[in-house]
């Protein structure tokens, strides 16, 4: 194993709530949605079923008249119920009302010399047909990877370090045959390594050292150290006309499911936590789970914000909303609908905050656990130029004049300051302690979206 790679750079957002690790219960909600939205890349989605059909957990439902190899299916068995659109009929959701007991599509079940017996091109037409291949996402621009095209490498982060994340160590406890199955099956997928990165600063499971087949990478330091893209920046970073494939965890352990029960497995366990969650736990669910069935009873309050995924990187779903297809768990905080006279002058120990002016008091106890609203403390006004983005990214990029590039869509200057390298998760620190209160993430994907399609 390679030596410990440290990063200095990163903030560590440390909120109340963290689920505790016990799994209370298995929920199955009555409905459950699959969201073009979840993914960036899907061009000219086409739906296969109508209202009233009935499908079984990996049923085909949908594809992308662009990319029609690949195939999104459904999560669990039972009838759609409704196919949600929005302005100019843009596809929203695919609802299914769910059976009681998920019914599964067969696929062949394959051994570890089945696997490793075969060709590319069948590994690609496996993972399409059956769903699975959705996990892969590609870099640059952070879309579903192209079946037509072979990675450098595959990379792999086996933890995560946004606020109150979920332990990929505990979601995977017992899945070692699964995990090792789905590298088997990757490493078919490229010419060169498959990488993964561990925690340095905690006991690693032995689902990710004891995996054969992988490199493994030891990190430590503060979020994002947990990003996936800030790993592959120091381990072989992405240069124009580079191509690498990502995928969490979870998603090699489904492809190793795939392998060794010929089904589309979308049960996972999702960690339900936020300040505003009574005993904050993981429950077993399916993927695109209702949000309101897994938080059902457990909510302090109603003047709430419900997340699926984390307060950075996560969308805002409501109560009545689906949980996203990358995510692992349900965020719930107090809405930030209130309003304070020359709130951001006050000096109180309760307001949390990146720099020492707002957030003294904050700043000196950096280990307690914070309750954090939504309310943004300002509007959008003009940059203001603080050089604490710098301080936010481990990677050698310069996020201020990449940001100001895009908006004036500059495409060489967007290329030569690392565009390739980021997603909208590597830049969401600096959205959370802009004091210019810019949407970063947002002007992020406007470069990336130019960048691909120039």
């Not at 739906?47 to 459904?74: H, M, S, W």
Request: hydrophobic share 40%; with cysteine.
């Amino acid at each position: 194993m390679s030596k410990v790679i440290k990063l200095r750079k990163g903030f560590t957002i440390n909120l109340a709530g963290r689920a505790e690790l016990k799994v209370a219960g298995e929920v199955m909600p009555e409905t459950f949605a699959i969201k073009p939205t979840d993914f960036h890349g899907i061009q000219r989605p086409k739906v296969l079923v109508k209202e009233g059909d009935t499908v079984k957990a990996g049923t085909p439902i949908l594809y992308d008249k662009a990319n029609p190899r690949v195939q999104f299916v459904a999560p669990v068995s039972g009838e759609i119920a409704e196919v949600v659109r929005g302005a100019k009929r843009k596809l929203l959701e695919i609802r299914i009302l769910a059976d009681r007991t998920v019914a599964y599509e067969e696929f062949p079940k394959l051994s570890s010399n089945d696997v490793a017996n075969l060709q590319r091109e069948e590994v690609v037409e496996l993972l399409a047909k059956s769903g699975t291949w959705p996990n892969l996402v590609q870099r640059p621009y952070g879309i579903i990877a192209s079946p037509d095209v072979t990675p450098k490498a595959i990379f792999i982060s086996s933890f995560d370090t946004h606020p109150l994340a979920p332990d990929y160590d505990f979601l995977l406890k017992g899945q070692e045959r699964y995990f090792q199955a789905g590298i088997d099956l990757l490493k078919k997928l490229t010419d060169g390594p498959v990488h993964i990165g561990l925690n340095a600063d905690a006991e690693v499971s032995p689902v990710f050292t004891g995996v054969k087949g992988a490199t493994l990478h030891k990190f430590s330091g503060k979020h994002p150290v947990g990003n996936v893209g800030v790993q592959i920046h120091h381990i072989d970073p992405i240069n124009k006309g580079d191509i690498v494939w990502t995928i969490n965890p979870y998603g090699v352990a489904q492809i190793g499911k795939l392998l060794v029960d010929g089904r589309y497995d979308s049960s996972k366990l999702v960690a339900v936590v936020g300040s505003e969650v009574k005993d904050p736990h993981y429950v077993k669910t399916w993927g695109g789970a209702n949000v309101g069935k897994l938080v059902a009873g457990k909510i302090k309050q109603d003047n709430v914000r419900y997340v699926s995924g984390n307060v950075l990187t996560g969308t805002n779903v409501g109560k009545d909303g689906y949980l996203g297809y990358f995510d692992n768990m349900v965020t719930v905080i107090p809405e930030g609908n209130h309003y304070e006279f020359l709130g951001w002058l006050t000096v109180t120990p309760k307001k949390y905050s990146y720099h020492r002016a707002f957030g003294l008091l904050s700043f000196l106890n950096r280990s307690k656990p914070y309750v954090i609203d939504t309310n943004l403390q300002g509007e959008e006004r003009a940059w203001v130029q603080t050089g604490t983005f710098d301080n936010m990214i481990p990677m050698d990029i310069l996020p201020e004049y990449l940001l100001k590039s895009i908006m004036a869509e500059d495409y060489d200057g967007m290329e030569s300051l690392g565009i390739y390298e980021v997603i909208e998760e590597d830049m969401a620190l600096c959205e959370f302690i802009d004091v210019s209160k810019h949407d970063v993430q947002a002007i992020l994907r406007e470069g990336l979206t130019l960048m691909q399609y120039s």
